[in-house]
């Protein structure tokens, strides 16, 4: 599957921004969706999982009750919510796909988007 996200930039700290992240093909309702981050010399991090159904999520405690991960299959896009951003949250985001939702880390995924920015200023 290949994966297209976009909606990063820049915005102020407690603003708000929505990342979109299209995917091709016609098996996007059978794959768990997620969404990492990474910032300027750190590890690539988890942000947010959806099952296939999107009935279960999944979240890293950094961003929990500020940023909401939801899917529209017959769109093939997932999306993420973030609001209250803060300048940590400054990070290149990855949307990725995967049989299953493994969270807490990005090694299982098998299919990933190129990024987009996002930076959060004070």
């Known amino acids: 599957v290949n994966l297209v996200e976009s909606g990063g930039g820049l915005v102020q700290a407690g603003g708000s921004l929505r990342l979109s992240c299209a995917a091709s093909g016609r098996t996007f309702s059978s794959y768990a969706m997620g969404w990492f981050r990474q910032a300027p010399g750190k590890e690539r991090e988890f942000v947010a999982a959806i099952s296939w159904s999107g009935g279960s999520t999944y979240y890293a405690d950094s961003v929990k009750g500020r940023f909401t991960i939801s899917r529209d299959n017959a769109k093939n896009t997932v999306y993420l919510q973030m609001n209250s951003l803060k300048p940590e949250d400054t990070a290149v985001y990855y949307c990725?796909?995967?049989?299953?939702?493994?969270?807490?880390?990005?090694?299982?995924?098998?299919?990933w988007g190129q990024g987009t920015q996002v930076t959060v200023s004070s």
């Open positions: 990725a796909a995967n049989d299953q939702v493994v969270a807490g880390t990005p090694l299982p995924w098998g299919s």
